[in-house]
């Protein structure tokens, strides 16, 4: 197993014990090393042109340190960063037992500074806890929102040095080592044809030949590709066919989710592959009780873009757990859910009821999207939740201005369906008289037409509106692309006006 060395004296070359990257830096002058590191880092990172961002790698520098407090070690012209926390005599040389602490420490940290800092304090750095690191760095820089690494993040010596690696030596590399770092660095949207993936990749795919990886390896690898080349790459296949060649039983509950998403990402080829995902949707049954939440709306998510409405039992299942993780779920994970349980037609009591306390409680926090995924689901089912109903009614009164028409239309829509009025039924029907007089020009014609239908349909005639909504249907030829239902609810809500509204005339 390759060790990248990260010596806290980093100035003295003499000193240097660094295998690949960092070892070039004891044979050769700075300048020679300034050269080499332009020559070899330049192309990492470049431009990707289905992300809505670039990143560049600026030319690799390897700074010029000072000491400071005897020992202390800084960049020149960069703020020095202090000793990290009390590690509670956390040691340098990292030994096996030692691999939980520092992943446990590396998920503390909150910047990729912090991340580099703690690395930089180490003895050595086992290639597994290197592609770790790295993995890491990955994630907090996405989770501050711009997804792009900051410059004295790319220049970082100790950054380049865990990259240099993995390029000089992937041979040496663990097979976990080199499946992760693949995949931090597809993260950072590497340029697909740079000396660093390419390597990478080949060396991945020289094990794979060879049978050497095991199943948690060939999930990571299996989902890199996907993200790298696409559902259609050849290697995908062979990936596969490895994995259905293991036993269940030695996968754990990330990877048989991983295993979903991979295959959901093969969705045209669900029939070559039914019988194993038959196998998995059995045994999947097993582990339930141990998915996260998110877990649980992936693989929610790929039974139903595989279609897997054979596996009804494992939804129910999944259904029973989703109750318990109401509260932990995201937006976008719960609306993956509901929109699950509509796909499947699954209607379970208890999760109505958590549903209702979730959304009386939080509906003015949650998206726009989820709100309206919510709304479909009773109106699909017939679920007269009165809870659910008057939040979303009280949500639309306070924030109508920031939803869209077709969103307006999703919330508004159920309330005729189900024949509900809720409490604030006047401020309501102000406020959504209010948006189609101003906003009228936007709503498309069948969109407008359902919503005012639903109107109708709890006593409130649109009337304000009938002329423009014939109008549009109408006069501008629209009429000849109704169907009949959207003829049927034209004809009702005109009689609902004509009958319930004496003081409305048709003008002739």
């Not at 390759?2 to 003295?12: E, M, Y």
């Not at 196998?279 to 141990?290: G, K």
Request: hydrophobic share 40%; with cysteine; charged share 20%.
């Amino acid at each position: 197993m390759a060790l990248i060395t990260l010596r806290r004296n980093f100035c003295h070359l003499s000193d240097f014990r660094i295998h690949g990257a960092l070892a070039a830096l004891r044979n050769h002058p700075i300048n020679h090393v300034h050269k080499v590191s332009k020559e070899q880092l330049h192309p990492w990172f470049c431009s990707v042109q289905y992300e809505p961002f670039r990143i560049h790698f600026h030319h690799a520098c390897y700074k010029k340190f000072h000491l400071q407090n005897g020992n202390e070690l800084h960049p020149v012209g960069e703020p020095a960063f202090s000793q990290v926390h009390d590690w509670n005599k956390f040691e340098q040389n990292l030994k096996n037992e030692d691999e939980q602490i520092f992943y446990r420490r590396l998920n503390e940290f909150t910047s990729s500074e912090e991340v580099l800092s703690f690395i930089k304090t180490l003895e050595t750095l086992p290639d597994a806890m290197a592609a770790g690191a790295l993995q890491r760095i990955c994630e907090v820089e996405k989770k501050g929102g711009d997804q792009r690494l900051p410059k004295e993040i790319l220049e970082s010596s100790v950054f380049q040095a865990l990259c240099f690696q993995f390029e000089r030596e992937p041979s040496q590399l663990s097979n976990s080592g080199l499946v992760t770092a693949l995949q931090a660095l597809i993260w950072l949207h590497v340029d697909t044809q740079s000396s660093l993936v390419l390597n990478l990749v080949a060396e991945c795919q020289n094990r794979l030949k060879r049978g050497g990886l095991e199943v948690h390896d060939l999930c990571v690898l299996g989902e890199s590709l996907i993200r790298l080349q696409g559902p259609g790459c050849v290697t995908l296949e062979l990936i596969i066919y490895q994995l259905q060649g293991a036993k269940l039983e030695v996968f754990t509950p990330e990877d048989i989710v991983a295993l979903y998403r991979i295959l959901q990402a093969c969705a045209e080829k669900v029939d070559q592959h039914q019988t194993f995902l038959n196998t998995i949707n059995n045994f999947s049954l097993s582990i339930v009780s141990y998915l996260s939440p998110k877990s649980i709306s992936q693989m929610l998510t790929a039974l139903v873009v595989l279609d897997q409405a054979q596996a009804l039992p494992l939804v129910i299942k999944l259904g029973k757990y989703v109750v318990r993780h109401i509260p932990h779920f995201t937006n976008e994970e719960l609306r993956k859910v509901i929109e699950a349980f509509i796909y499947f037609g699954h209607n379970d009591r208890f999760f109505i009821k958590a549903l209702e306390r979730h959304v009386a409680a939080f509906c003015l926090t949650l998206d726009a999207d989820v709100v309206s995924k919510i709304m479909e689901y009773c109106s699909r089912k017939l679920i007269l939740s009165e809870p659910i109903l008057n939040a979303v009614a009280e949500t639309f009164v306070s924030q109508s201005e920031k939803l869209s028409p077709s969103q307006i239309s999703e919330l508004i829509e159920p309330f005729g369906k189900l024949n509900y009025l809720p409490p604030n039924a006047p401020a309501l029907f102000r406020k959504l008289e209010h948006v189609l007089f101003t906003h009228f020009n936007y709503f498309p014609p069948k969109t407008l037409l359902r919503l005012l239908h639903s109107c109708s349909l709890i006593a409130h005639p649109p009337v304000n509106f009938m002329g423009k909504i014939f109008k549009v249907l109408c006069i501008s030829g629209e009429e000849s692309h109704l169907d009949r239902l959207s003829m049927a609810q034209l004809t009702q809500l005109f009689l609902t006006s004509v009958l319930e509204c004496p003081f409305y005339k048709v003008k002739a």
